[in-house]
């Protein structure tokens, strides 16, 4: 009899992949930042996978590359607020080996700031424009700060200045203020951030002294004879630079020699 050969069916699944992540260090908020891994084959499979990987963080940012002989890199962004991001790479598979996924976290920081504070003049006097300049330094690379500094005493406002750019990573706050009272003061100039940098405080010693005054009397040029009463004019007058202000307050009027009354 003929032998008769039944077919033969078998089933050759697709090579098992595994995707992992090369380490990389944190990024600042704002900045790109290179994620890259590669796409490697599960044993007993072999061979180099080709195709795509889509990485995706907690935040919905993603970016995709193509497969080079195993390896995958892309950009994400670190818009958004600072702290840890879960990442997600998704490798889709090709016709010969099964799709995969792998997971790392990564970290966004904010840019860490110096603030320097200086006070111009010190000493100054009670009411005298003094001018208060906090200067904000940023990390190397990170920009230049922005946003509000307050300056303050104690719990007392003065008041608040916008930063501007005044040279690579560092920004300018300037505030005049004549609302220093009389005496030596901590000021503090306080900078809360933003969304990309972090806040930071500085504090200078200032010294307000009273303000200076003359004293004009005036009184009459008739003779007078003892037990004469006469009326005697005294005029203060502020003589410090800047605003003048009215000086309050009482005046004691003498006569020399004493003998002579008073």
């Not at 090369?22 to 890259?36: A, M």
């Not at 110096?114 to 990170?142: K, M, N």
Request: charged residues 10%; glycine residues 12%.
């Amino acid at each position: 009899s003929d032998n008769v050969l039944n077919p033969l069916t078998q089933t050759v699944d697709k090579a098992s992949t595994t995707v992992t992540f090369i380490p990389s260090g944190s990024s600042w908020v704002g900045d790109s930042y290179t994620v890259s891994g590669e796409v490697t084959v599960t044993s007993p499979g072999s061979g180099v996978p080709t195709g795509t990987v889509t990485v995706r963080d907690d935040t919905g940012e993603t970016c995709a590359a193509n497969l080079v002989e195993g390896a995958w890199s892309c950009f994400l962004s670190s818009s958004g607020a600072a702290g840890t991001r879960t990442l997600t790479a998704v490798y889709e598979g090709d016709a010969n080996y099964a799709g995969s996924s792998g997971s790392t976290t990564h970290q966004v920081t904010t840019v860490a700031t110096t603030l320097a504070l200086t006070d111009e003049p010190d000493p100054s006097v009670v009411g005298g424009a003094v001018t208060l300049t906090a200067t904000a330094t940023a990390e190397t690379g990170g920009g230049s700060p922005t946003g509000t500094v307050s300056f303050s005493i104690g719990t007392t406002p003065l008041g608040s200045a916008e930063l501007v750019s005044s040279g690579t990573n560092k920004s300018e706050a300037v505030l005049v203020t004549t609302q220093i009272p009389f005496g030596t003061h901590t000021i503090t100039a306080t900078y809360p951030g933003d969304g990309r940098f972090a806040g930071s405080t500085a504090t200078a010693e200032h010294t307000a002294s009273k303000r200076e005054t003359t004293t004009l009397v005036m009184g009459s040029d008739t003779a007078l004879v003892v037990g004469d009463t006469v009326t005697v004019t005294v005029r203060v007058e502020d003589t410090s630079p800047g605003a003048s202000s009215m000086p309050t307050g009482t005046v004691s009027v003498s006569v020399s020699p004493t003998d002579q009354g008073t």
